[in-house]
Each structure stands twice: as C-alpha cells, then as structure tokens.
C-alpha cells in the first residue's frame, strides 16, 4: 500500500538564516559580502503540485514510481524563492523529492533522528532549481534613493543590463503554462540550473548519480544578482547553501515553532547530491580557466599579408646565411 506522501514547507526566516550561515561561513570580500546582504529574499510553498520530472529528467511522473519492491517517493518540497538585487528579481522554482527509509541496521545509520526514528541513507532523491522569471526592477527598493540623479545612474545601468546577452537571455524565460510546456518541452530544459537524480540501494549494491549544472544559467544568475564575484560556481555554491536542498545541516532544534525546520523536511541524500552538483560545477569551471589559458598563450596575427611578408623576409635571410657560411667553407678546405 503507498504510503501518504509528507509535504515539506519552509518559511523565507529559514532562506535568510540559511543566506548568513553562508556568508559567516565563507567570509566573501566586503564588495561581494555587501551585495549578498543587499538581497530581499521570498518563499513561497507550491504545495502538493506534481514536478515536472518527465521533461527533467525523461521518465513517465518519476514522483509516483515505485523503486525496491513497495517503497516510493515519501517526501515532497516544492516552492518558489525570489531574489531581489539592486537591478533585479529573479524567481527561482525548486523541486525536491525524495524517500526516507526507516534501517534496521544500527551500523548504517546516521546522525538524523527525532523520537527515535532514525533516517538511512537508502532511497532516492530528485532534485531541480530552474529560472521562474525575471524582471528589472524600475524602482529602488529604498525611496529615499529615488531622486534625479539616481534616477539618471539607474536608467544608464538598467541599459547596459539589457544589453548584456546573458540576462536578455534570463528575462525571456518567464513561465509558460503547462500545456505550452507538454508542445515545446525544451522551453523548461533551458531554463534549469540544476538537476539531480540520486539512488542508493546498500543491500542491492545500488548507487546510481546523475547530475547536471547549466553553466550558461549559473553566469547569468551570477551577472543578475551577484556581479561582484568572479566565478559562476560562487552562484551555485550559495544557492545549494539553502534550505530548498534540503541537506542534513539544516535541521534546527530551536524552540520557536516558526524558526524551526524538521527532521522530515532535510534528508542526508540531499548531502550527497549537493556534493555531486558542486563537483560537476568546478569540473566546468575548470574547463573553462583551462580554455582561456589556452586562448592567451595564442599569438594571432591581425594582417595575414604582413604575416607572410615577414614569414618571406626571415626565409631570405636564414638563406643569406646558409649561403655565407657555404662560401667560408669552401674558402677554407681551398
């Protein structure tokens, strides 16, 4: 018999809590550090709404497929976050789901109880974070900015945005419904981020880890809200830092009900995961230092004509000295 599928909620305190763990944590430059505290954060619980895993991920409603005999997918969470930056608001979808298998085995079980229920490390879980919308912001968020002058500045930088070819790219990914999303599937596959599909299976020897991160998405999430640090994979650490991937570190045992997130909304699969999407991030990041070390060691030529004619110049000079040096020997051997 399926069991009732537990619907995870979250609450915005728990994303900026999340947000200055982080920045406590990693300590960015005070430039980067100011524009990360600079955000207005707004979360807001989907509820029980199918994800659409087919068009993620290929399969047929991969949330209600059973796996290992009779256990399915327990646990959902699916919300959208908003960003706002200075110039900016950018609405990210998160979709998570994933089962919570009770181990008998107490050699293979982890940290994450409550009332004696401890969680193993078998299941499986499906993870996405796409592009919801975006929008530039006319107005500052603060009023009192709002004068001649900062109106001046903030047109000629809301401008050069628009120009930028990564974020015209984020502003035309607003949402389709869902039936224009079923005729033209590749219109949601452009817009993730990040997907994730983990299954571990111990006592079958199971483990199964695909993963993909959208570089293209992670620099234009990067240039819209956080242009002041240099890589895209700071983007993509920051946001697998919050609670819409819900990792093990979340858990809080405080007392304030509103403050607090269960045990039933973290799941240590999630651990995994993010570690396999940061992995394959700085697999990419890399590719892309080691490309453009490759492009600065290249010594182009603007003019292909003068390129020749020196190529020509060194060719006659090189025999020039061939045909001395020839001369010298025979003068020496007469």
């Given at each position: 018999?399926?069991?009732?599928?537990?619907?995870?909620?979250?609450?915005?305190?728990?994303?900026?809590?999340?947000?200055?763990?982080?920045?406590?944590?990693?300590?960015?430059?005070?430039?980067?550090?100011?524009?990360?505290?600079?955000?207005?954060?707004?979360?807001?619980?989907?509820?029980?709404?199918?994800?659409?895993?087919?068009?993620?991920?290929?399969?047929?409603?991969?949330?209600?497929?059973?796996?290992?005999?009779?256990?399915?997918?327990?646990?959902?969470?699916?919300?959208?976050?908003?960003?706002?930056?200075?110039?900016l608001s950018v609405?990210?979808?998160?979709?998570?789901?994933?089962?919570?298998?009770?181990?008998?085995?107490?050699?293979?079980?982890?940290?994450?109880?409550?009332?004696?229920?401890?969680?193993?490390?078998?299941?499986?879980?499906?993870?996405?974070?796409?592009?919801?919308?975006?929008?530039?912001?006319?107005?500052?968020?603060?009023?009192?900015?709002?004068?001649?002058?900062?109106?001046?500045?903030?047109?000629?930088?809301?401008?050069?945005?628009?120009?930028?070819?990564?974020?015209?790219?984020?502003?035309?990914?607003?949402?389709?419904?869902?039936?224009?999303?079923?005729?033209?599937?590749?219109?949601?596959?452009?817009?993730?981020?990040?997907?994730?599909?983990?299954?571990?299976?111990?006592?079958?020897?199971?483990?199964?880890?695909?993963?993909?991160?959208?570089?293209?998405?992670?620099?234009?999430?990067?240039?819209?809200?956080?242009?002041?640090?240099?890589?895209?994979?700071?983007?993509?650490?920051?946001l697998l830092a919050?609670?819409?991937?819900?990792?093990?570190?979340?858990?809080?045992?405080?007392?304030?009900?509103?403050?607090?997130?269960?045990?039933?909304?973290?799941?240590?699969?999630?651990?995994?995961?993010?570690?396999?999407?940061?992995?394959?991030?700085?697999?990419?990041?890399?590719?892309?230092?080691?490309?453009?070390?490759?492009?600065?060691?290249?010594?182009?030529?603007?003019?292909?004509?003068?390129?020749?004619?020196?190529?020509?110049?060194?060719?006659?000079?090189?025999?020039?000295?061939?045909?001395k040096k020839k001369?010298?020997?025979?003068?020496?051997?007469?």
């Open positions: 018999m399926e069991s009732e599928k537990i619907v995870a909620t979250l609450t915005t305190k728990a994303f900026e809590r999340a947000l200055a763990a982080y920045i406590d944590e990693n300590k960015p430059d005070p430039i980067a550090k100011r524009q990360l505290e600079s955000w207005t954060l707004h979360w807001e619980n989907i509820g029980a709404e199918t994800a659409e895993w087919r068009d993620l991920f290929g399969e047929e409603d991969a949330c209600n497929t059973f796996f290992d005999g009779n256990q399915n997918l327990t646990h959902q969470l699916q919300g959208n976050l908003t960003i706002q930056s200075e110039y609405k990210l979808q998160f979709c998570c789901a994933w089962s919570s298998f009770v181990d008998k085995d107490p050699s293979s079980l982890l940290s994450v109880s409550s009332n004696s229920t401890k969680v193993s490390n078998n299941g499986m879980l499906l993870y996405s974070c796409r592009v919801h919308s975006a929008e530039l912001c006319e107005h500052p968020k603060n009023t009192d900015d709002d004068n001649k002058t900062n109106q001046k500045i903030r047109q000629k930088m809301i401008k050069r945005l628009q120009q930028d070819s990564y974020i015209a790219k984020l502003l035309t990914m607003n949402n389709t419904t869902k039936q224009q999303q079923r005729q033209k599937p590749s219109s949601l596959v452009d817009s993730v981020l990040a997907k994730a599909r983990i299954h571990v299976d111990d006592s079958k020897f199971v483990l199964e880890e695909r993963v993909d991160v959208s570089e293209t998405i992670a620099e234009a999430l990067r240039r819209a809200l956080w242009s002041s640090t240099e890589s895209s994979l700071d983007m993509i650490e920051v919050l609670p819409s991937l819900p990792g093990t570190q979340h858990n809080s045992n405080s007392s304030t009900q509103s403050s607090s997130i269960s045990f039933t909304a973290t799941t240590p699969l999630a651990n995994r995961a993010k570690l396999r999407l940061l992995e394959d991030a700085m697999l990419d990041e890399c590719e892309k230092e080691g490309e453009g070390e490759l492009i600065q060691e290249l010594s182009i030529v603007e003019n292909g004509e003068d390129a020749i004619k020196q190529t020509g110049k060194a060719n006659d000079s090189n025999q020039q000295k061939r045909h001369q010298k020997q025979s003068k020496s051997k007469c």
